[in-house]
C-alpha cells in the first residue's frame, strides 16, 4: 500500500502528520456541560490523529439538545477544553472544535419548558433523549428573522472562546439535522423570508455564520461539515444534490480549512441519486470524506483524488492507536455499543492500545 494515508497535509496554517481525521462523536460524558478530566484523557490517547475534531460543543445553552454534553461559550468550559487541547498538543496532534446548535430536535427539558427554536414550527418525527429518558420530539417554535442574527453571534462568540481554549480551528455543524443542516433542507424549511425559500435563501444561515466566525479567527480555521442524505432526526431534502452542489458552490471563495461530508445515508449506504464525487468536484478546496471508510477505502479515496482526508468514527473510537494499526495492518479493537453514550471510563478511555494488549 501506499503511504498517502500517512503522508503530511497543510491544512489552512497547520500542518497535519497524517490524512486520517477522528470524527465528531459525541459521547455524553461532559456533566454540567463543561469538559472533563476523564475527556483530557479520552482524547490525549488519539492524538495521533493527524486531526482530532471534537464531539459536537453547544454554542448557548439555547443550542443543548442532550444530556452532558460540553458546551463552548463560557469561562469554566474554556478552562476544562484547554486542558484537552493542551495534552493533544503535547503530544503533537492537533484538534478542531465542532460548534453546535441542536435547534428543534432539543427539547423543553432542557430549557425550563420553553420550546425548542428551528426554521419552521414542524415536528421532527422521532424521540429525544432527555435526563428522564426517551421523550418524543415536541413542534419547535419558528425563530423570527431578527433572532437568527442573535444566534449567529453566538457562533461568533463560540469561535472565540475556542481560540481562547486553545484550539487549531473550528468545524460549523451543518450537518445531521441540526440547526444550520434544518435551514439548508427544505423538508424542515419551510419559511418565506430571506432564510428560506430559494437555494440561496437557505443557505443564507450556514454563510453569516461562517463570516462571523471567520471574522473572529480567520476563515483558514474554519472547516464546514454537511450531510446531504443523512436522514437522522426526521430531515430530507428534495433535491440534495441540487442543495449540497449549490452549498459546495457557495463555500468556494470563502478560503475554508475544509468541507467534511457525510457521504452515506443512515443505513451507511451512498443514496441512489446521489454523487458524492459529484459533490466533491463543486468544492475546489480541501475535502474530508466520512461515510464507513476502512484503511483499503480509504487509500482508493485518496489514490483516485475523491478525498484528501479521511474521518474515521467508531474505529478511532475503539482504537486509540488507529493509525499504527492500520499502518502496520494490525488488528481492531472489538466495539462496545453499549458504552457508547454516558457512563465512566468503561468504553471510554480503556480500549487498549497495541502494546497495552
Known amino acids: 500500500m501506499s503511504s498517502n494515508l500517512f503522508s503530511p497535509i497543510k491544512l489552512g496554517s497547520i500542518t497535519l502528520n497524517n490524512r486520517m481525521v477522528m470524527a465528531p462523536m459525541t459521547r455524553n460524558r461532559a456533566p454540567e456541560c463543561t469538559p472533563t478530566a476523564l475527556m483530557v484523557e479520552y482524547y490525549s490517547q488519539r492524538a495521533g490523529a493527524g486531526l482530532i475534531i471534537s464531539e459536537g460543543a453547544q454554542i448557548s445553552e439555547q443550542g443543548v439538545g442532550y444530556p452532558a454534553t460540553p458546551g463552548i461559550y463560557n469561562q469554566q468550559q474554556i478552562e476544562g477544553w484547554k486542558q484537552i487541547t493542551d495534552a493533544v498538543h503535547a503530544k503533537g496532534g492537533k484538534i478542531f472544535v465542532q460548534l453546535w446548535h441542536c435547534g428543534r430536535v432539543s427539547h423543553p427539558d432542557f430549557h ?19 435526563y428522564e429518558g426517551l421523550k418524543d420530539f415536541v413542534t419547535p417554535r419558528a425563530l423570527e428573522s431578527d433572532e437568527i442574527t442573535a444566534i449567529v453571534e453566538q457562533f461568533r462568540n463560540a469561535a472565540a472562546c475556542a481560540k481562547e481554549a486553545g ?11 441540526y440547526l444550520i443542516d434544518q435551514f439548508i433542507r427544505d423538508g424542515s424549511n419551510h419559511r418565506t423570508d430571506q432564510y428560506g425559500g430559494s437555494l440561496e435563501n437557505r443557505t443564507r444561515l450556514l454563510l453569516e455564520t461562517i463570516a462571523a466566525v471567520s471574522s473572529e479567527i480567520g476563515s483558514q480555521c474554519v472547516g464546514v461539515r454537511l450531510s446531504p442524505v443523512n436522514g437522522f432526526n426526521d430531515m430530507s431534502d428534495s433535491n440534495p444534490q441540487a442543495t449540497f452542489n449549490h452549498v459546495a458552490d457557495s463555500l468556494n471563495a470563502l478560503n475554508l480549512a475544509y468541507l467534511h461530508v457525510v457521504e452515506v445515508n443512515m443505513a451507511g449506504e451512498v443514496e441512489a441519486g446521489f454523487d458524492p464525487v459529484a459533490l466533491r468536484r463543486h468544492f475546489d478546496g480541501t ?10 477505502h480509504a487509500q482508493a479515496a485518496l489514490t483516485d483524488g475523491s478525498a484528501d482526508l479521511i474521518a474515521f468514527g467508531v474505529p478511532f473510537l475503539a482504537n486509540p492507536d488507529l493509525p499504527e494499526r492500520f499502518r502496520i495492518n494490525a488488528p481492531l479493537n ?3 455499543q453499549t458504552t457508547f453514550y454516558g457512563g465512566d471510563e468503561h468504553g471510554y478511555t480503556d480500549y487498549p492500545t497495541l502494546g497495552a494488549e
Open 112 to 130: 425550563g419548558g420553553e420550546l425548542p427554536v428551528g426554521p419552521s414550527a414542524i415536528r421532527p418525527t422521532g424521540q429525544a433523549f432527555t
Open 167 to 177: 484550539f487549531d480551528g473550528v468545524e460549523i455543524h451543518a450537518a445531521n439535522g
Open 287 to 296: 475535502y474530508i470524506a466520512n461515510g464507513g471508510y476502512d484503511c483499503e
Open 334 to 336: 472489538e466495539v462496545d
